[in-house]
């Protein structure tokens, strides 16, 4: 007989599986053209004038540019990924219309939302025993109005989401404080701010949980003292 665990994984996968498509329908159905988005965001104008900026260099070969991407305050990492990604969309819109390359980076978005959610499925994996606690976390994520607008959105909400907790993952996960702890966290926190210098707000979380893998021990007391020098 099949066990209520994985009669709970199947539900669970058929439930991500269904807002996953129709997301991904809903980023083809309202945002395949310029007319569409009209109604829903006028940022993206300007956004998918920048990718064709840096599309047309690369046909030119001029690669320094990629090397200096900050248009709008967005970082280089978000800018990076989208330019690389959505590179062979653009070519095809030079032959044939360009729906793709304004759907791409809304793809993009929504990967990384997914992304999210597993990791956040990570994370309660550490923090409880409960098998199910897990799924059921990844459930309320994905039920957020919020996760739908990041997932369908062609900003850097997504990709801070997912360095952000790929981060604080990193930070929580068990082991020892080895080099390569410090190293991945390093990574995922720089990719974070790397995208958009806001998620350096989640610095100090970090570092109270590296203090404290160190194995310096915070106590009421110990706070108090720091916050008043």
């Not at 956040?120 to 550490?126: A, F, R, S």
């Amino acid at each position: 007989m099949i066990n209520q665990l994985k009669i709970f994984r199947i539900i669970f996968l058929i439930i991500f599986s269904l807002i996953f498509f129709f997301i991904l329908l809903q980023n083809f159905l309202i945002s395949s053209s310029f007319e569409l988005l009209s109604f829903r965001s006028i940022d993206d104008y300007a956004f998918q004038s920048v990718l064709r900026r840096y599309h047309e260099r690369m046909i030119d070969l001029r690669f320094d540019s990629l090397f200096k991407l900050y248009d709008y305050g967005y970082g280089w990492i978000f800018w990076i990924i989208n330019i690389v990604v959505t590179f062979p969309f653009y070519i095809i819109s030079l032959f044939h219309d360009e729906s793709l390359l304004i759907v791409a980076p809304r793809i993009i978005s929504q990967a990384f939302s997914f992304a999210t959610a597993f990791i956040i499925y990570k994370i309660l994996k550490i923090y409880s025993e409960d098998k199910y606690i897990p799924y059921f976390g990844a459930i309320f994520y994905l039920s957020f109005p919020y996760f739908a607008f990041s997932a369908m959105s062609f900003r850097t909400i997504a990709q801070i989401n997912f360095f952000s907790a790929l981060s604080f993952y990193y930070a929580i996960k068990p082991g020892g404080f080895t080099l390569s702890y410090l190293k991945n966290i390093s990574i995922a926190f720089a990719a974070a701010i790397g995208t958009k210098l806001s998620a350096a707000l989640l610095s100090p979380l970090l570092l109270l949980i590296i203090f404290d893998r160190a194995a310096y021990k915070f106590s009421k007391e110990k706070l108090i003292m720091f916050m008043h020098g």
